[in-house]
T-cell receptor, first 114, second 114 residues
């Protein structure tokens, strides 16, 4: 079975500083990987996805993630944090069962201070 | 397009009561899902429906039943609510056929069982 591990439950940054949210995956074959964001009391929204076309994936709101097979990682980064980035972020892997079935990490809460 | 809608937004039940959570999507998606979100555990799949007329158990199905009423609607029923079912419930939908497809999430139902 596939799984993802988010290495930090909370990350705190100051506005304008870089963001790094870490995710490692476990898969016996090339996975489909996603990052979703959840703002307080809201549903989840797709930030970006890895589909094997390119190892560096750009998403919405200036976020990007790099797929590193040798490290089994898919870390999420942003050069400069904004207050509106404060949210919970989920790293997600899709099982290949003939249709899509997502397996979620436990989430990382990003706190942004002025 | 409304996307994925869920009703109700909030609900308080007493132990042993029953209720049905409603979900509808207007994106003509084949696959629909019910998740629960608990602190520190990410989202866990309760039930899913790969296509109209089919439903299957996910990771945590005990205490729940589902109905795929038609292509648009997928309901989740708690027959006899227990305090362990206090959670936030999300419905999602996607086009089937690819593990790369984005899942679209509803705004959630916050359920408290006393």
């Amino acid at each position: 079975a596939q799984s993802v591990t988010q290495l930090d439950s909370h990350v705190s940054v100051s506005e304008g500083t870089p963001v790094l949210l870490r995710c490692n995956y476990s898969s016996s074959y090339s996975p489909s990987l996603f990052w979703y964001v959840q703002h307080p009391n809201k549903g989840l929204q797709l930030l970006l996805k890895y589909t094997s076309a390119a190892t560096l994936v750009k998403g919405i709101n200036g976020f990007e993630a790099e797929f590193k097979k040798s490290e089994t990682s898919f870390h999420l980064t942003k050069p400069s944090a904004h207050m509106s980035d404060a949210a919970e972020y989920f790293c997600v892997v899709s099982e290949l069962t003939g249709f899509q079935k997502l397996v979620f990490g436990t989430g990382t809460r990003l706190l942004v201070s002025p | 397009n409304a996307g994925v809608t869920q009703t109700p937004k909030f609900q308080v039940l007493k132990t042993g009561q029953s209720m049905t959570l409603q979900c509808a999507q207007d994106m003509n998606h084949n696959s629909m899902y019910w998740y629960r979100q608990d602190p520190g555990m990410g989202l866990r799949l309760i039930y899913y429906s790969a296509s109209e007329g089919t439903t299957d158990k996910g990771e945590v199905p005990n205490g729940y039943n589902v109905s795929r009423l038609n292509k648009r609607e997928f309901s989740l029923r708690l027959e006899s609510a227990a305090p362990s079912q206090t959670s936030v419930y999300f419905c999602a939908s996607t086009n089937s056929g690819s593990s790369y497809n984005e899942q679209f999430f509803g705004p959630g139902t916050r359920l408290t069982v006393l």
